[in-house]
Structures are given as structure tokens and as C-alpha cells.
């Protein structure tokens, strides 16, 4: 395994590629451990031989790194989801819209702060979540619409509203503050404001208490966007 991640190595300081003999003397290995390996990095998708006979990286190096730019996010934005979940006492949630979809990113929960029980994923129940209606009133109307024509809205609790134009009314709150009343499960209510500044990934952070608890959170909406705000910087910084 380190002999390959040296080899790695040597093929990503050539951004034009380089042939496998100079990639083994860079590496300080034997030739034919050289070919042994890059066949094997070919075979898996980490190296690619061009046809003038050099070697660059794979695509599924491009993958990785992708993948390890969403853990870094996720490396910073625990830790101000936690510091929102125990000031408030409340479980707290942070979305993205990635791919026409709404994807839960992060949960930050504990044995006093449970999380909502997921029995129907966010990504077929946005009409009736507090941090899926957050989401859909940041899109524009062509988007949000699209949205909803490919996401029935399903009655899952007597709260839940299942009119789109009842629905899209409810989007237009005026502090940008999005509230769920029992309309995603009985027994919880949730509230969610956006992470975006206009440029770049569409998201929101939501809580979810005991439905009593929802006008001190409302009262709390500053400190939510506070922490929204921390979030989107984070999100910036990673871009």
C-alpha cells in the first residue's frame, strides 16, 4: 500500500503525465513493480495510460477527493450543529439541495435530544418538514415547481398539507423562519432557516422539539440564524 501511494504521489506531480519508468525512479521502486502497480491503480480507476504511453491520475481519484471535500465540511459543521444542540436542547439538522434533491447532510442528536424518527425520508417529504420547506422557498418558482410535480405530497399525519397552493403559500414566511406542526410526524414540530448566501449551495438548518416548545425556539430564531450564518461561511471556505 505505501509503495502504490508514493506512486500516487509521483503520478500527481506530473499534470501532463509521465511515462512509467520516470514515475519508478521517482518513486525509488523497481521497474517491474512500477508496471505491477499501475496496472493494478489502472485496473481499480486510480490511474489512466494515455496513448502517447504516459500516466495520469484516474477518475476515481477526482471521486475521492470529492468525497473528502464533503468530510471536511462535515468536520466543521459538527461541532456548530453540537454547540446549537446543547445550548437550545434540541436535535439539529443541516440539509443541502444537491442534485434537484433535498439531501439530510448532518444530524447532531443525543439520549435528551433524540432525532425525528425518519420513517419517510426527506427527500419524498419536503412538503411536510420544516427544513424541506426552507429549502423549496429559496428556489425559484420553475424549480420549485419541478420539485413538487415529481414529489407527490403525501398525507402522513392529519397536519399534513397535501394542496400545492396551500403549500406554496405557507413558503412565503416573512422572517424566513420555516415551521413543521406536527405535519411530518405527531409529537414533533421543527423549525428551519436558510444556509445560503445567493451564490452558492442552496441548504437550511432545522431543530426538532416537543410541538409546546416551538414559540420558545420561534423566540430563539436569531440564534439559528447565527448559527446558519457559521454554517454558509464554512460552506464558502470549502469552495
Excluded at 168 to 186: F, M, Q, V
Aim: proline fraction near 5%; aromatic fraction near 4%; charge should be neutral.
Amino acid at each position: 500500500m505505501q509503495r502504490a501511494l508514493h506512486l500516487m504521489e509521483a503520478v500527481a506531480s506530473h499534470p501532463s503525465g509521465a511515462p512509467a519508468k520516470q514515475l519508478a525512479r521517482e518513486a525509488r521502486l523497481p521497474l517491474a513493480t512500477t508496471y505491477h502497480l499501475l496496472r493494478t491503480l489502472a485496473h481499480e480507476g486510480y490511474a489512466t495510460r494515455l496513448s502517447d504511453g504516459v500516466w495520469v491520475l484516474g477518475d476515481r481519484v477526482q471521486s475521492l477527493h470529492g468525497r473528502s471535500r464533503m468530510q471536511q465540511v462535515l468536520a466543521a459543521v459538527r461541532p456548530v450543529l453540537t454547540g446549537l444542540r446543547d445550548e437550545l436542547n434540541v436535535a439539529a439538522y443541516f440539509s443541502l439541495h444537491v442534485d434537484d434533491e433535498i439531501q439530510l447532510i448532518d444530524v447532531a442528536d443525543g439520549p435528551r435530544t433524540p432525532r425525528v424518527d425518519l420513517w419517510v425520508g426527506f427527500a419524498d417529504a419536503a412538503h411536510a418538514t420544516a427544513i424541506g420547506k426552507c429549502v423549496l422557498n429559496q428556489l425559484d418558482e420553475d424549480r420549485r415547481r419541478d420539485y413538487l410535480a415529481r414529489h407527490p405530497l403525501v398525507d402522513l399525519t392529519p397536519h399534513t398539507i397535501t394542496e400545492p397552493r396551500r403549500l406554496l403559500e405557507s413558503l412565503c414566511t416573512s422572517d424566513g423562519l420555516s415551521l413543521d406542526r406536527e405535519e411530518y410526524a405527531l409529537g414533533t414540530g421543527c423549525a428551519a432557516v436558510p444556509v445560503a448566501d445567493g451564490t452558492g449551495p442552496v441548504g437550511a438548518l432545522a431543530v426538532s422539539c416537543r410541538p409546546g416548545r416551538l414559540p420558545k425556539i420561534e423566540a430563539a430564531a436569531q440564534r439559528m440564524r447565527a448559527t446558519a450564518a457559521q454554517i454558509q461561511r464554512t460552506l464558502t471556505l470549502a469552495t
